[in-house]
């Protein structure tokens, strides 16, 4: 996954309104109902948890340090879905600990490999890769209807991309992958899977895309299905800025959103 920077999430929590509005009204779903929805538990459930639990936000110096914006951001995404959210004043272990001590039952913490959401009365944690890809995956199956039989191209087989290939393969969707790396193509294709070996041919001839690439700027409008549906987790956005502009109605990208709060329903 690419590391965030202050930039990328400067003002996040102001548009979260609009954010969720552009979701509800071109992909059918709230951030709140694609993360239930993504982490296959009900509304009921979801709600309960909330009224029962606090969650706790912990900072992470360790490795390249503390990204500005980003543990307020979490907690600005965490508090729009419902819950009851601190940053713990504290860093690091004693951060765990502060946030234990004031009666956190999730623990959101990240360094630079991974960042988790730890539940110490269940003894679970979730993953913001597989939490990232069901939530982007959710919003893709919604605009699409249904994703079974129909072909998916999925570009970047990275941590996001291997769990949203796992996800569509539940939801019989036909993927067909695309991977800078032609070694990891090949075991791709060893494994059966439909591979595609050339990115400017293959975009056209998709109706859904979903984008998990770390490259940004390479996809142009002229290359895509007219009717293309694309859910871009992958930072740098892959569209460029003038395909993102005419597109933007049948794009769902996101700095955190999606993935956050699709942690927060699969720790409850
Ligand atoms: O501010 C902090 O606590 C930092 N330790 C946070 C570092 C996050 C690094 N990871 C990323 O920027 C991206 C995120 C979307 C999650 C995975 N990679």
Do not use: C
Request: charged residues 20%.
């Amino acid at each position: 996954m690419t590391r965030l920077t202050e930039k990328d999430l400067a003002g996040l929590d102001n548009i979260l309104n609009s954010y969720d509005l552009h979701l509800y009204n071109n992909f059918g779903l709230t951030l709140k109902s694609a993360s239930i929805t993504a982490a296959g538990i009900s509304k009921e459930y979801f709600d309960k948890k909330l009224q029962e639990i606090s969650v706790a936000v912990i900072p992470v110096t360790m490795g390249q340090g503390i990204i500005g914006n980003f543990s307020y951001t979490v907690k600005s995404i965490l508090q729009y879905v419902g819950a009851n959210v601190f940053i713990t004043e504290s860093y690091d272990v004693a951060g765990i600990a502060e946030g234990i001590n004031r009666g956190a039952n999730l623990l959101f913490m990240a360094d630079d490999n991974q960042f988790i959401a730890l539940n110490n009365h269940k003894g679970i944690i979730s993953d913001n890769a597989e939490a990232t890809a069901r939530g982007f995956v959710t919003a893709l199956n919604a605009a699409a209807k249904g994703l079974e039989n129909k072909e998916v191209l999925l570009i970047g087989a990275g941590k996001v991309g291997s769990f949203a290939l796992e996800h569509l393969n539940e939801l019989d969707a036909k993927v067909a992958v695309y991977d800078i790396d032609n070694k990891k193509l090949e075991q791709f294709k060893q494994l059966g899977l439909k591979i595609e070996t050339n990115i400017n041919e293959a975009l056209n001839k998709y109706k859904y895309i979903f984008d998990a690439s770390p490259m940004g700027d390479f996809i142009d409008l002229d290359l895509l299905h007219p009717e293309v549906y694309i859910a871009a987790p992958g930072m740098p956005l892959g569209l460029t800025k003038e395909a993102y502009k005419t597109l933007n109605k049948r794009v769902i990208h996101d700095p955190l959103q999606l993935g956050v709060a699709t942690m927060l329903a699969m720790a409850l």
